[in-house]
T-cell receptor, first 111, second 113 residues
Framework: AQSVTQPDIHITVSEGASLELRCNYS??????LFWYVQSPGQGLQLLLK??????LVQGIKGFEAEFKRSQSSFNLRKPSVHWSDAAEYFC?????????FGAGTRLTVKP | GAGVSQSPSNKVTEKGKDVELRCDPI?????LYWYRQSLGQGLEFLIY????????KSGLPSDRFSAERTGGSVSTLTIQRTQQEDSAVYLC???????????FGPGTRLTVL
């Protein structure tokens, strides 16, 4: 079965700084890859997804992620973080009848 | 169009009671998922329905948990003889076909006293 690892439990960045959230997965083939965001008191919202094709995918709110097969990674990036980006971010892997989520990375944005 | 809805939004129950949580998926979505999110934890997969196929129940933590999906639409997650460790937010999601592009409901916060 596939698994997802988000190595960073908590990250703090200054507003305006760049951001990279790490995600590594384990699966025998290329799965579907997702990033979701959960703001405090809110439901999960899909930021972006990778199914196939171009390995750099653009999402909402200025986020992007790059699929690197050789590293089994799908890291999320944003060039300039806004205070409203403070939230919990989840990487997810989907394949066949299964969907697995990472434990999440909590992002704090300093003014 | 309407998103995924869940009811109730909050449920407080006593240990040992049964609870039912409801999920209304997005119309036309054939796949439906239930997850559990405990405080400070990630999402724990519980069960997956796809069309008329037998559900994938591999994530259900015990036989106290069951779920059904009627008419390929609404789903009910039932927890029998609730325990305090069942306290969590229960999230439902739906997707179209096998895309796994899931749309989440707001969740039901279950508190077992």
């Amino acid at each position: 079965a596939q698994s997802v690892t988000q190595p960073d439990i908590h990250i703090t960045v200054s507003e305006g700084a760049s951001l990279e959230l790490r995600c590594n997965y384990s699966y025998g083939a290329t799965p579907y890859l997702f990033w979701y965001v959960q703001s405090p008191g809110q439901g999960l919202q899909l930021l972006l997804k990778y199914f196939s094709g171009d390995t750099l995918v653009q999402g909402i709110k200025g986020f992007e992620a790059e699929f690197k097969r050789s590293q089994s990674s799908f890291n999320l990036r944003k060039p300039s973080v806004h205070w409203s980006d403070a939230a919990e971010y989840f990487c997810a892997v989907g394949a066949d009848n299964d969907m697995r989520f990472g434990a999440g990375t909590r992002l704090t944005v300093k003014p | 169009g309407a998103g995924v809805s869940q009811s109730p939004s909050n449920k407080v129950t006593e240990k040992g009671k049964d609870v039912e949580l409801r999920c209304d998926p997005i119309s036309g979505h054939t796949a439906l998922y239930w997850y559990r999110q405990s405080l400070g934890q990630g999402l724990e997969f519980l069960i997956y329905f796809q069309g008329n196929s037998a559900p994938d129940k591999s994530g259900l933590p015990s036989d106290r948990f069951s779920a059904e999906r009627t008419g390929g639409s609404v789903s009910t997650l039932t927890i029998q003889r609730t325990q305090q460790e069942d306290s969590a937010v229960y999230l439902c999601a739906s997707s179209f076909g096998g895309t796994h592009e899931e749309y989440f409901g707001p969740g039901t916060r279950l508190t077992v006293l």
